[in-house]
């Protein structure tokens, strides 16, 4: 069977879904991040970064740029949102 995401069969998921530009949430699911990443767990991230919901306080592009370093780890997953995605294809 083809997968998105092939988790391994022991080990945790951190799974986290919608922060839309929140940096200090992103920050605290970071620091887990950091603290089991030599444990083999996984991260998934689901995607919608972007377009918070308090324009000043929009970390959307520090959250992006410190996705693209996690994404060079083979316990990382990240998953476009439709929010990203509707950008890249260019429809709402």
């Known amino acids: 069977m083809r997968r998105i995401i092939n988790l391994p069969p022991q080990g945790?998921?951190?799974?986290?879904?919608d922060l839309h530009?929140?940096?200090?949430?992103y920050q605290?699911?970071?620091?887990?991040?950091?603290?089991?990443?030599?444990?083999?767990h996984n991260i998934v991230l689901t995607g919608d970064l972007i377009?918070?919901?308090?324009?000043?306080?929009?970390?959307s592009v520090d959250m992006l740029e410190s996705v693209m370093d996690?994404?060079?780890?083979?316990?990382?997953?990240?998953?476009?949102?439709n929010h990203e995605c509707c950008h890249i294809i260019g429809k709402h």
């Not at 530009?21 to 949430?25: M, Q």
């Open 51 to 59: 377009h918070s919901t308090s324009p000043e306080k929009d970390g």
């Open 21 to 25: 530009g929140n940096l200090e949430d």
């Open 12 to 17: 945790k998921a951190l799974i986290i879904t």
């Open 28 to 40: 605290k699911y970071q620091k887990l991040w950091d603290h089991y990443l030599e444990e083999g």
């Open 70 to 81: 996690y994404c060079q780890c083979e316990n990382f997953h990240f998953l476009l949102g």
